[in-house]
């Protein structure tokens, strides 16, 4: 599979972003959950397309939800991650395609249709953004970083706790960010802006492509519990440039 033919795909989901009426167009899921019709486009396009060039390969969208899948190899699509920054045009929201095979995450992809910038990986390639090699930090300590953070915000129970992981976090780093793309953030601590990111409860598609791009740039993956994520459920995560994991993991 040539990733450059997926990556020419996953490129043509701009048209659709730039599309402010549809993005108008909002459907509520749950508690500061919606979707839009810029969402279900995409993922009835991208499905589409790649059913059709891959037939034996399933689809997991979010915009259809989580459930089994019967075989081994599968793609997992956010079709916007960001939504609520798309709804109010912050203009920092992506298309987030990962391939699982086995249970193993073997390619990703994050498009930002924003700045048109593809940051991708393969399993055992390295990790690439618009065609250049990319690293995670070198910060040996929190110190030496600053930290974007997830708030779950469709899980209000758990924000209490979480907003203390970050104060604690900000207290012992240069300052933490909070941009609202979860897979964005990924790739971000991927290329070495951030040392790290955590969220206290991300889905799948959220994590699946960013997830290969920190391991493929040098970086670690855990969730709190320092354990490996697993991809067929919802789960909190730590991402970081494995440096500073431990320290990290010690205050979540
Ligand atoms: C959300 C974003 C957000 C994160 C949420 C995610 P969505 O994805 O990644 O940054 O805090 O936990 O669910 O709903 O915009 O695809
Ligand atoms: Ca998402
Ligand atoms: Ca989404």
Redesign the pocket.
Known sequence: MDIQEIIALVKKARAFVENREKAGHIKTKGRA?YVTQVDTDIQEFLSRELRSRFPDIQFLG?EEGLHEMSGDVYWIL?P??????LIHDFQH?VVSLGLCEKGKITMGIVYDPFREDVYYAQRGQGSFLNGSPIHVSDAETLSETIISV?????DRELTAKNFQRIQRVFDLSQDIRR?????L?LAYVACGRTGGFF?P???PW?FAAGMLLVEEAGGQVTDFAGEPLNLSKKGSIAASNGKIHEELLGIL
Do not use: F, K, Q
């Open positions: 959950d979010e956010d916007i991650d960001g939504t609520t920054n929201s997830g708030t779950s915000p469709y941009m609202g793309a979860a897979a953030d969220e409860r991300l889905s959220d």
